[in-house]
């Protein structure tokens, strides 16, 4: 790199830009170090996938009733992450798996990846042909258990040594998002924590940045964990009509001996027959006798249905209500840049955040490869003059793998990272959340010492290295080049040249 000698700049650093320079081309940027992610053990994960073990095990008669999408995806994820171990190898003249040296291993393990690339898009465009997912799966099990596993142990293996380059002008992965903006938004990270009175950052108006997730809890077990939430420390308890649990969550509160003022509700509107005139003033009284409260603190759409007038009429509804005093904050989940566009182009009372799924695979978007939630917020919120109008992002289903995608808490990538900072798994991704800008959580568990846990996550920081690693994920989990993030693992401009004519 420019200003730096062989005398000054460190000899593995100096390895890595030459293995970088032959293999893709000189690049005029600052390399911050590198890093040796764990790309086989992440691919090997796929053979212990619910989902994928399923499919592999018998590929004509596999077809889940829903999730087929976060499947998918997950595979394409697995097969990315084989390329990368291929790719990222230091000594190529060393490599040689049978027979096959680095160049052909590397061209052969793209060609399978794209071989899946399109069933998936057949499968994707033509998702009431059954065939098409036939298809996509018996491709699947070729590639995985035909060709991939053996060459994955074999990498395994022979251990070879890996060296990725993180370039500073990837800064934090997001391209909209710099170091600086960042860092000033971070919550705290020197909080010594303390299990009686827990920290939990809020809005400027008090809302907490992180809440007490139901779904899927109902009956006594939901009633159980929310209770042990409230004890925890916990003073926003998120539900929705549909969760089958608003009762139990009003018993538990009201049980909890905490002064109601002290709690925030949150609900939501979400079947679809309750859009429109009438129809959700009704649902949402409902809810209320349901929780056994005469007001609630959050009530939200579930979700931007097709139907554009029942939709509008809906948000006109809750926007009387909130008039009447009977919700203190609107908002809504599930919902695209796209769709905040729309509603904000009739709404007089503006939403105060939109809860979306919120993972490093999918980082608030209903397709990883859409638009981003995060930079439209952040557009939008920097036009705010008052912080009160601002729009928080709150991330949902951070820990788990709903639905039928990746594990996050259990990916290998996250697990590596987590080890650097002598912290679980689960608090390295809710923290990673929480250090992007005006990004809140909902964490949910029934075991008091994990939530308890849950909420010591600002005691550390994550480095910004490892924060570009972790946004970065989206990108060997997206099918589609995602637009908005930096090729932080060098899987979209390093891909190695294939005659797709040519048996491989």
Not at 77 to 99: C, K
Not at 103 to 130: P, T
Request: charged share 20%; hydrophobic share 40%.
């Amino acid at each position: 790199p420019v200003g730096c000698t062989s005398m000054t700049f460190p000899l593995h650093l100096y390895i890595t830009f030459v293995v970088w320079f032959c293999a893709y081309g000189y690049r005029d940027a600052e390399i911050l170090g590198t890093v040796s992610p764990p790309f086989v053990e992440v691919a090997l994960q796929a053979f212990d996938h619910p989902e994928i073990s399923q499919l592999l095990r018998d590929p004509q008669n596999y077809n889940p009733n829903w999730g087929k999408r976060g499947i998918a995806l997950s595979v394409i994820y697995y097969v990315r992450n084989a390329r990368m171990a291929v790719q990222h190898i230091t000594d190529r003249g060393a490599v040689s798996i049978n027979g096959d040296g680095h160049q052909r291993l590397w061209s052969k393990i793209f060609k399978w990846e794209m071989d899946i690339f399109s069933s998936f898009i057949q499968w994707h465009d033509n998702q009431r042909d059954a065939s098409t997912w036939t298809q996509f799966a018996h491709t699947v099990h070729r590639v995985l258990d035909g060709r991939l596993r053996p060459i994955l142990y074999a990498l395994q293996a022979s251990n070879f040594n890996v060296d990725m380059a993180v370039w500073a002008d990837y800064a934090l992965g997001p391209k909209w998002l710099s170091v600086d903006d960042a860092h000033k938004n971070s919550p705290p990270s020197d909080r010594e924590f303390d299990p009686q009175l827990p920290f939990i950052p809020t809005l400027p108006n008090g809302f907490p940045l992180i809440g007490f997730g139901s779904w899927p809890m109902t009956g006594a077990q939901c009633k159980d964990a929310v209770a042990k939430a409230l004890q925890s420390g916990y003073r926003l308890i998120d539900s929705s009509e549909n969760y089958n649990n608003e009762e139990v969550i009003g018993e538990a509160i009201r049980e909890s001996g905490i002064d109601r003022s002290q709690i925030l509700i949150a609900s939501k509107l979400s079947h679809d027959r309750n859009y429109g005139d009438g129809v959700t003033t009704e649902a949402f009284h409902a809810t209320l006798q349901r929780l056994g409260v005469d007001s609630i603190d959050v009530y939200m759409l579930h979700g931007a249905i097709g139907d554009k007038q029942r939709l509008r009429a809906a948000w006109q509804q809750l926007e009387v209500l909130y008039e009447a005093g009977k919700i203190k904050y609107l908002g809504v989940s599930n919902f695209a840049p796209n769709d905040m566009e729309q509603l904000l182009s009739y709404a007089t009372v503006k939403p105060m955040f939109v809860q979306n799924k919120y993972d490093p695979f999918t980082q608030g978007q209903q397709a990883p490869w859409t638009a981003s939630i995060d930079e439209w917020a952040y557009r939008y919120n920097e036009q705010q003059q008052n912080a009160d109008d601002k729009i928080l992002v709150q991330g949902y289903s951070i820990l788990n793998a709903w639905p039928n995608q990746i594990h996050a808490v259990q990916d290998k990538h996250a697990q590596w990272i987590a080890s650097k900072y002598e912290v679980s798994t689960a608090q390295l991704l809710l923290r990673w959340a929480l250090q992007h800008p005006m990004v809140g959580i909902l964490t949910r568990s029934t075991d008091e010492r994990r939530q308890v846990n849950n909420l010591d996550v600002f005691s550390f920081a994550i480095s910004d290295i490892d924060m570009q690693l972790l946004n970065g994920l989206i990108t060997l989990f997206s099918p589609f080049d995602v637009q908005w993030m930096h090729d932080v693992y060098g899987q979209v401009g390093n891909r190695p040249p294939i005659d797709p004519h040519q048996e491989l």
